[in-house]
């Protein structure tokens, strides 16, 4: 039997099942893109710390657990925490393409400034409400409980825990603006105020130690959006375009 006649490697590489592992090797050592929250961090877990920490303070002095007299101290932490804090992290979730982020914490974060500046500025006689002032911080707190609503909503399509938050957030700021109003007892608005920073204190957890160790330690229970695509079907303005077009 006559032996065969070896192939060139030209010959071999024309083959249907020949594979080039050198291409192979190529795709496998090309570096992996990245996109800006690989680059920049995620900026939610500052977030969510900025706003818990003086939350959950404040509405402890609301409910009677800590002593009022000691309310100016929540002036420093309000501007520097709550206010500039949250102001980092919105800025940060813009760079990283988080709208909903960075709608939520600058909101947040002009509600503590806002409270910080009001307080100083009527202890300082500068600003003089009077007899309105309890109408003025009732009016100043029900926009805020709007934009909470609209951001507890939204929360609905990333995970339970936020919305839990907003919904104790949402209840504590209505309670608090009815307070303002009619003269009622700060304690349940603070009850669910604390609520709320407690909740907040947790994603902040959650989001640390499970980025740390890259499972889900703290559960945060994920929603999706299929359920909320599913029921605008049935809405009579479905078949408009998304996104609009401007």
Known sequence: MEPQPQQSEVEFEKQENYINMNGFKQVLDMPKKKNFRHIFGDPIPLGLAAFAGPTLVLNLILTGALPSRISDMI?????FYGGLGQAIASIWCLITGNSYGAINFATYSSLWLSLAS???LQAEDILKFGTDAGKVNGIFLVQYAVMTFILMVGAMSINLVFVVTKLA???SICLLSAENFR???TVPA??????????????CSAFVINNSFECSVLPIFPLGKEWMQKVAKYLPWSSQQWPPSL
Do not use: K, Q, R
Not at 192 to 200: E, K, N, P, R, T
């Open 118 to 120: 009001l307080d100083e």
């Open 75 to 79: 002036i420093g932490p309000a501007f």
């Open 190 to 203: 603070g009850v669910f105020g604390c609520i709320a920073g407690i909740l907040a204190w947790y994603s």
């Open 169 to 171: 957030l949402f209840l």
């Open 183 to 185: 003269g009622d007892s």
